[in-house]
């Protein structure tokens, strides 16, 4: 009986408990539209108590500069226009523990001395900015000094046509401990930018004809990215003066111009590349003074150049790649080589396999010296399919004067990796 008594003002309890909590959830959320209470959304936003949540209704909303320093939840209901009417910003947030969901945020202000965004969140941390589509933005979101943030299921796009009228998509500065996925990103400066960001991770993300770059990373380390596709911008990726960054699974694709590549590396140490695609960019991987890296089990297609070293590189690994049909699979600016090249398998490559252990029984030269004469002498290129080429490039082949001697791969796959 008394376990029964127990039991019952147990459950009394708890069902108290709830009533109370529903209620307090209840009364924390304002709704805004024309004919609520609450019309206007900073009115709202100063009204609301930490943990409150603004439901805006379907509207068009003119505003400028929304603040925001408390950790409010806002929520749009069917996409309500938020029209920063090319004022300044449209949201400046810094508060923790915030959420911002289900808006079109459209017409921040545009200047060429500062940085105007849809969003900008300052020394925040746990918080959340999701499933909001952001159009004719200067920048999108900007996000300063701060930790513990998610960034997903946003569009972002502008109207950019050059670099110094355009801004950014998702641009980080100071940051650490982000995540930025399953984004799209268009017609920007850069889609996503990293500078001075560090254990981060960017995935699922689809960047597409942006100016400059799908992604770009400036002194950001501990950071890694994958499975995203970068498709038709200026370049693909920019990594630039970093170290341990991870870069997996993404796409580049189709990044075509006279000075354009998928994946550009300035000044990178201790990375891993690995099942990567790289197909049909003018320079697949552009790599400048960049040390310790393993490219493993990326596929190079119909690229210009698959790999076109400009610069000291030093005790890199390339493991079990497939080079496919590019025009030049590496290309080397120097003699000397600390460089290892394994188990790749290379379309040009016309070596015999007798002992059928799916190696072949010569070693593979991979550098062609028209490759040489082209980083020299640019308009040469016009003779690339001509027997004149061809010619050279076995005369280079038995004996190497040019290239550097030992830049082989000495067990080079008879078939494509799958």
């Not at 029964?4 to 209620?23: D, G, Q, W």
């Not at 930490?50 to 379907?58: D, M």
């Not at 911008?233 to 993404?250: C, D, L, Q, T, W």
């Not at 016309?350 to 062609?368: A, N």
């Amino acid at each position: 009986m008394i376990n029964e008594i127990f039991i019952i003002s147990l459950k009394r309890s708890f069902f108290i408990l709830t009533l109370f909590l529903s209620v307090n959830i209840f009364a924390q959320q304002i709704e805004v539209c024309e004919t609520c209470e609450f019309s206007d959304i900073q009115t709202a936003i100063d009204s609301s108590k930490n943990g409150g949540i603004i439901l805006i209704k379907k509207g068009h909303y003119k505003v400028k500069n929304l603040t925001i320093t408390k950790s409010i939840h806002i929520i749009g209901e069917d996409l309500p226009i938020i029209d920063g009417q090319f004022k300044e910003y449209v949201f400046k947030i810094n508060a923790n523990d915030f959420s911002l969901e289900g808006l079109n945020i459209i017409n921040p202000g545009q200047s060429y001395t500062k940085d105007f965004a849809a969003v900008l969140v300052s020394k925040s941390k746990n918080f959340s900015i999701k499933n909001n589509i952001l159009e004719k933005v200067f920048f999108g979101l900007l996000i300063e000094k701060s930790r513990y943030g998610s960034i997903s299921n946003n569009e972002v796009s502008s109207d950019g046509v050059d670099e110094a009228g355009s801004g950014n998509g998702v641009h980080l500065w100071n940051c650490s401990n982000m995540k930025v996925y399953n984004n799209e990103l268009y017609n920007l400066r850069d889609g996503i930018y990293f500078e001075f960001v560090k254990k981060s991770e960017i995935y699922e993300n689809y960047s597409h004809h942006n100016i400059r770059y799908g992604l770009h990373f400036m002194f950001s380390n501990n950071n890694n990215y994958h499975h995203n596709k970068f498709y038709k911008n200026g370049a693909g990726v920019a990594v630039m003066f970093s170290k341990f960054i991870e870069m997996r699974h993404n796409k580049f694709l189709e990044n075509w111009g006279s000075a354009s590549y998928g994946l550009l590396l300035k000044e990178i140490y201790d990375a891993e590349i690995e099942n990567n695609l790289f197909e049909q960019n003018t320079i697949a991987i552009n790599v400048d003074g960049s040390t310790r890296i393993n490219y493993k089990n990326n596929t190079f297609s119909r690229n210009g150049w698959a790999v076109k070293v400009v610069g000291a590189c030093y005790e890199n690994i390339f493991f079990q790649n497939n080079f496919m049909n590019n025009a030049f699979d590496l290309s080397y600016n120097s003699k000397i080589n600390s460089n290892k090249f394994d188990k790749n398998y290379w379309s040009d490559y016309s070596g015999y396999d007798l002992d059928k252990d799916g190696i072949g029984d010569i070693p593979y030269r991979p550098v062609k010296l028209f490759s040489y004469i082209v980083n020299r002498t640019p308009e040469t290129i016009v003779l690339l399919r001509s027997l004149f080429v061809d010619i050279i490039n076995f005369s280079e082949k038995v004996s190497p004067v040019f290239t550097p001697d030992n830049l082989t791969d000495n067990q080079p796959l008879m078939y494509m990796i799958q």
